[in-house]
């Protein structure tokens, strides 16, 4: 069963009477009268070609004996001309087997869809004109291209395929682009605009003002006259009091200065006032650790190594607070550098005054063993003793040799005076009794432990131990002028080179270069996890 197609709807164009006047249908191969038959003696396929226009066929005839004409292979002018070759071949376009074949093709429904050939149509008979028909005749518009030879086909070229699937990857992928530039401006807006709005927000809108006030100081050492060495030549440098700089620095950073500045001055007090921003501002039982972090925020301190220089800055809600707050720390500071060059000096002098000490008592003993060895030869000189000793054993030798003498004289006479010789008997008796006396004593000062000999040679060793002891103190003496001189040139002097003075304006927070910063720190690290994410899903993946 096959169903009517619908045929499709045209503008009709009506011709004139004169026109529509054509002969019988039924004289299909006579010619019109007048100029016309003439018209068809010259031109006989004109002349059919009027003769079937006069049939008056209708519009979906013509269309039919087209659509028969293509199917036989014929290249038809226009409707009539398919109908007049048609019949020159003796095929009836309206015959309804030819029109049956219209609707169902030889070669069956379409492989593709499974439907009926597009060019099918309902099977009808040749029309006629009615015979009650005005004559008027109807010209239909052309839909058909003449001379073409193929039919019209719903598949694509292998070309506008490619090019159709290419435009659609294209798009596709444009699409993506446009779906994936959609969420990178989301996720940016997310996790970078939005934050670094709310910062900018806060540093324009919410942060209180702050005040610094800035001051700079250095540390002197005093002048080195009489300097020597290494310590001479750095004497007059920033190197020579570098580490008492170091020191003064690490002390204003301390927990000390901050718990002795808040004792004098309420540091925590004024951190805890209500004007200030909930960020900025110490709780009210803060701990010393949260004040010592708002001390070391508030609170910059410098040394510059090349100048010597200390360069302090203190941050406060108050221009004339910061200033008094910077005041205060520069006095802390000139009175740790006097303890430290008090301490430094006092120990080189304690350490040279104990040498020097111990330099007098060890000469003070030197000098007691002296003494009482002279005490125990009763002698302050025993070589002198020994000396005095031989020169009278001398003296008694020559003096017994002259008596020996004389009582031989006397003796050499033959009536000697006997007082004479009696006497000179006795003065040499007497002499060399003295003589041994003296003999002994000389011995006994020259054998024993506590021989004058002895005690001579211990006398001499406790004299030049007295010397050493001597040298030792007088060096221990110059050691302790030299300490002290050096002692005199560690005073340390601390000069203000820039004083702390009330800002009229304020300097914190930086508006535009805090904001920024946050911008660039948010998308540094929304680039990093991005990266990583990256990276995971790569290695995951892979």
């Keep these: 069963m096959t169903t009517r197609p619908k045929a499709s709807k045209f503008r009709i164009r ?72 048609l019949r020159q071949k003796n095929i009836d376009p309206f015959k309804r087997s030819n029109m049956l074949e219209l609707v169902v093709p030889r070669g069956g429904a379409d492989p593709q869809t499974g439907a009926p050939d597009a060019f099918e149509t309902m099977a009808g008979q040749p029309g006629r004109k009615p015979e009650g028909d005005s004559g008027d005749h109807v010209h239909l518009p052309q839909k058909f291209e003449p001379r073409r030879t193929e039919l019209p086909s719903t598949e ?75 310590g001479g030549l750095l004497s007059g440098t920033q190197f020579a009091t570098s580490q008492d700089s170091i020191a003064v620095q690490s002390y204003l950073e301390s927990r000390d200065a901050m718990l002795r500045l808040d004792r004098d001055m309420g540091f925590k007090a004024h951190f805890e006032q209500d004007r200030i921003d909930p960020i900025q501002r110490l709780d009210t ?124 004289a006397l003796l050499d006479n033959a009536r000697p005076n006997q007082a004479k010789v009696d006497g000179a008997r006795g003065d040499v008796g007497r002499l060399e009794n003295l003589l041994n006396d003296l003999n002994m004593r000389m011995t006994d000062a020259s054998a024993g432990e506590n021989s004058l000999a002895q005690l001579s040679v211990r006398i001499q060793m406790a ?45 914190y927070p930086r508006k535009f270069e805090n904001t920024l910063l946050a911008f660039l720190v948010f998308a540094g690290i929304y680039l990093l996890l991005s990266l990583t994410a990256s990276i995971l899903r790569e290695q995951v993946s892979s």
Excluded at 190 to 219: C, D, E, K, Q
Excluded at 335 to 363: I, Y
Excluded at 472 to 501: C, D, F, H, I
């Design 14 to 85: 009506r011709t004139s009477a004169s026109q529509a006047d054509a002969p019988n249908p039924a004289g299909t191969g006579e010619a019109a009268d007048g100029d016309g038959g003439d018209a068809a003696a010259e031109n006989p396929v004109d002349a059919e070609l009027e003769a079937i226009r006069a049939e008056g066929l209708t519009g979906r005839q013509l269309r039919m004996a087209l659509r028969v004409a293509e199917k036989h292979g014929l290249e038809p002018a226009d409707e009539h001309d398919a109908v007049r070759l």
């Design 156 to 230: 694509l070229s292998p070309a506008a395929r490619r090019e159709k699937e290419i435009t659609g990857i294209q798009r596709d992928i444009v699409r993506r682009r446009r779906r994936r530039l959609a969420l990178l401006l989301a996720r940016l807006s997310f996790f970078v605009f939005l934050p670094a709005l709310v910062a900018g927000w806060y540093f324009y809108r919410v942060a209180t003002p702050m005040y610094a006030s800035n001051s700079g100081f250095l540390i002197l050492q005093a002048d080195n006259a009489g300097g020597s060495g290494l």
């Design 285 to 408: 039982d803060a701990s010393n650790e949260d004040a010592y972090r708002i001390y070391r925020k508030n609170v910059k301190i410098g040394y510059d190594p090349t100048e010597g220089v200390i360069r302090m800055e203190v941050i406060a809600a108050d221009p004339e607070l910061a200033a008094e707050f910077s005041r205060r720390l520069i006095t802390y500071a000139e009175e740790r550098v006097n303890n430290l060059s008090q301490q430094k000096r006092g120990d080189q002098m304690r350490d040279a005054m104990e040498g020097f000490e111990q330099a007098q008592v060890a000469r003070r003993d030197a000098q007691e063993a002296l003494v009482e060895l002279q005490q125990q030869g009763a002698v302050l000189d025993p070589e002198g003793v020994i000396a005095s000793l031989r020169s009278q054993i001398n003296n008694v030798e020559l003096q017994l040799q002259e008596k020996q003498l004389q009582l031989a």
């Design 463 to 507: 004299q030049a131990d007295l010397a050493a002891r001597d040298m030792m103190l007088q060096s221990a003496l110059q050691q302790l002028e030299q300490t002290r001189m050096e002692a005199n040139r560690q005073v340390r002097y601390l000069t203000t080179s820039v004083e702390p003075v009330a800002a009229d304006a304020a300097s």
